[in-house]
């Protein structure tokens, strides 16, 4: 949004598609996502497969939801799907890339990773008291990981 | 001695770097062979499978090309086949959305398409490289018509949002002033002396003369405002006729100009193999492919079926399945082997019973996210106004691509682009929106290179992959290390159980990989069966 110029924000103003809806959304780089807290990273990642209302979605397979779900009693287990992907869930884990593909995937760190399941487990119809720390997800990563200064 | 041997290295390099593009180029290519993604078919005709007793029959999970390729020559070489798909129309992947389609994505989002008769978007694969052998093969068998599709265009634009004040350069301009500057450097450094202990004499002079060819150097071996360059780049006022026929030439861009901008990281992409001059794209559409094979199969493939579990014995193979519109009420299939072309993402999710290790692998491999959008407008102004006819634009913008239609040139109608094709963390952020909205940021950000956009927008539908109810992404994502631990066992004939699809192949995303992994594994499975039958 930000790196639309007035003009054109003033232009699509006038066409009819643009009046119904504002996205209000702002498009993360790799850089600024960085920044990026729990919530705004649910809204700009998670719910493009967990769905916006986090109930996930039936299809030729499924996407698990994240409201009313049994298994986010455990943070530890959401964060090690987070770390590690799981079927075609890719990891978000912020790893050292030799090389850089078209498709790289989004990188998270340990703190964002737990802001991110923290405020899964406590919006979205989900009431959990305990939480996780970034400390605690760090703590989670394979040895060749820790061990790196 | 050592010290200037050290200077003289420092200064290949140094040239190196700048002819290479080398960086960014080989780079890529590198980690692309690494991906798969630069690997020639290895197609040499379709297998020719003979002598299989008769009544030997094989269900086939899937109705994309995989599928269908492994169902059209089973059959015709004798087996009985029978295909379940999920969706209500053959092809899978190989997809186009034409004005009158509805597609449903996951989370109950519908898109009516509502573009003008003829125009058309490929949500999938929209290009043939023409040594993609075992797919042309098949379109030439089904009577499909193809058509160029154009990828480089050297009037397109290539754009990033803090180059020349968001001003998108013409990809000719940039080319032309980068392969210029570069070979004048190199004739300087030839002239003075410093290629010496690398080049011999005669080859030097051969070098100046290639170099003043390909960088469109003058009679000095500078690369400057002359008729020399314009042809290149393009005049500033372009020769025509009669009085007002005289051209004046342009001046080229400075090279720290050329280079700080980065546009030339988007030169090479019509250098890589799978994008080198010709590629095609079936007239009408990608999804021609998928539909001729439909209509071939006709009474073979049984839609709007969901696969429920999938269990070997013995004896054969039983899959369990429902229909879509009517859940709830399971029945089964059986037949003496199995292909499955189901995508690992949702095969994942599906009870099997194979070998733990081939069970680890089709669980391992992640689903790349990307996002299509295509934008129909009220005329063709990238042609009208800009003589843009097919190719790309490149941006760094989250849309990345506009892509030109490669057919209906000059035509006086509507319009449909590629207004679209995110990856990575852009198509994350497309997907998690809804398909209005998605066109919504295609049409914003398209207007920052055409502000006709604002003017001539009439309709859009986006298609982002991890809500395809038939697919849960777009393709395999392996690794190097993926590959290592579960490729082999992957590709497997696992008793009576064999897989199939982009995912079984080392050109992921690609069509051939499919069409190749399909004929691959029916030949194997013919093998098995000639030699005895016993899985």
Redesign the interface.
Known sequence: ?K???A???L??A??P??C??T?G?T????AS?THANGEEIF???????H??DAKG???????PALTGNPKLASPQYMAAVILF?R?????FVMKPSD????????KLSDAQIADVINYVRTHLGNHYINSITAAEVTAMHPQYMATKP | MQGEDAKLAMTRRDLLRLIGVSAGGA??Y???H??GFAAESPYRGAPALQGAPPGISVLILGAGLAGMVAAYELRAAGYQVQVLE?NARPGGRNWTLRGGDSYTE??GFTQHCQFDRGLYINPGPWRIPYHHRALLDYCKKLDIPLEPFVQVNYNAYLHR?DAFG?KPQRYRTINADYRGHIAELLAKATQQSKLDAQVSKDDQALLLDSLRQWGALDKNYAYAAGPMASNRRGYAKPPGGGLSAKPLDSQPLQLHDVLTSRLWSGLTDGEILEFQTTLFQPVGGMGRIGEAFGKQLKEVIRYNT??IAIHQDDHGVTVSHEDTRHPGHTQTAQADWCICT?????L???PINVSAPMAEAI?A??????VKIGLQFKRRFWEEDEGIYGGITLTD??INTISYPSTGFNGKGKGVLLGGYA???????L???TP??R???A???G??IH?QY??E?D?GVAV?W????????CFA?WTDELRDKHYQNLCQVDGRIALAGEHASYLPAWQEGAVTSALDVITRIHQRVVAGGAA
Do not use: W
């Open positions: 949004m790196r639309l110029s003009i054109a924000l232009l699509l006038c066409t598609f643009a119904a809806q996205s959304q498009f993360y780089t790799y996502l809204h700009a990642i998670c719910q493009g497969c769905m916006p979605a039936i299809g030729a397979g499924a996407y992907g079927h075609d869930m890719p990891s090389h850089k593909n078209f498709f790289e995937d989004a | 780079a890529m590198a980690a692309m690494r991906m999920y996951l989370g949002a968001g969901k696969v189901i995508p690992l993402s949702i994942s999710q599906i669980g491999v992640p689903y790349a996210a990307s913008l989250p990856y990575g963390l852009d198509a994350y952020q997907t998690a929106m209005e909205a066109v919504r940021k049409v914003e950000y207007s920052q502000p604002a003017q927008f309709n982002a991890h809500r395809a109810p038939f697919t849960l992404g994502t």
